[in-house]
C-alpha cells in the first residue's frame, strides 16, 4: 500500500471537513474556541493589580485618558 504524503495545509483541511461533517459548523466553531487557553500568569497578575494602592490605580487611568485624547 502506498501512503501519500500530505501537505500540513491538505491535513487542516480535512480535519476541519472531518469536524464539519460530525459537529456541524457551529460545532467546528465551538470545538476551535474550546482550545483558547488564554495569556499570562492570572494569579500572579491579579496579586498585583490587588497590590496597587487606589491613587496609584486613578492616577493610572486620568494619564491613559489624557493620552487617549491627544
Given at each position: 500500500m502506498k501512503?501519500?504524503?500530505l501537505s500540513l495545509n491538505e491535513i487542516r483541511k480535512l480535519g476541519i471537513d472531518a469536524l464539519v461533517k460530525a459537529l456541524g459548523p457551529i460545532g467546528l466553531v465551538r470545538f476551535i474556541q474550546s482550545f483558547d487557553?488564554?495569556?499570562?500568569d492570572y494569579t500572579k497578575e491579579r496579586f498585583q493589580w490587588l497590590d496597587q494602592e487606589m491613587d496609584e490605580i486613578i492616577n493610572e487611568i486620568?494619564?491613559?485618558r489624557t493620552k487617549r485624547i491627544e
Open positions: 501512503v501519500k504524503s487557553l488564554g495569556r499570562g486620568e494619564r491613559k
